[in-house]
């Protein structure tokens, strides 16, 4: 998938950078396990011992977690932050694999409920960070996302 080159994509990236780059990188004891597996897990990063050493706070890629938990934590936000997830952290993995990872975890969707849910967290990471959003939807997007307003059911 190509995605376009704006402040959101690029705020994104370098969150799903930091987040699941930190697990693989720090060989800090799990290695093989999933950076999407973690994330959920505990919340954002793995614990990281008792080395206080290199710990930045208050990161930008911190801030875009912050709205992914606000976004979690909300009612209906579930889905769409785990999708949010899925999509950056494991965004080598196919697509039909991620749609697979998110089942093992509950969430389960079709490719037309995961692109809706997609949108919605980004609108709101976006929304979060003020920044803009303005990705164009298609008509048959559109719909998904009316009926998605209105209570319909995405599976």
Not at 9 to 19: D, F, G, I, M, N
Not at 51 to 70: F, K, L, S
Not at 112 to 141: C, M, N, T
Request: proline share 5%; glycine share 8%; charged share 25%.
């Amino acid at each position: 998938m190509t995605r376009r080159s704006t402040t959101l994509e690029s705020r994104l990236t370098e969150w799903a950078k930091e987040y699941t780059g930190y697990v693989r990188e720090a060989s800090i004891g799990w290695p093989g396990a999933s950076p999407m597996a973690q994330i959920m897990k505990y919340h954002g990063r793995a614990p990281q011992g008792l080395n206080p050493r290199g710990v930045e706070t208050n990161t930008a890629a911190d801030e875009v977690e912050r709205a992914v938990r606000a976004l979690q934590a909300q009612d209906k936000g579930w889905a769409p932050a785990c999708i949010i997830r899925c999509e950056y952290f494991e965004a080598h993995e196919e697509k039909h694999v991620r749609l697979s990872h998110l089942r093992s975890i509950g969430v389960i969707v079709r490719e037309v409920g995961y692109s809706q849910h997609l949108r919605i967290a980004k609108v709101h990471v976006a929304a979060w960070l003020r920044v803009p959003f303005d990705e164009p939807v298609s008509e048959e997007e559109r719909l998904g996302l009316a009926e998605l307003m209105l209570g319909g059911l995405i599976t």
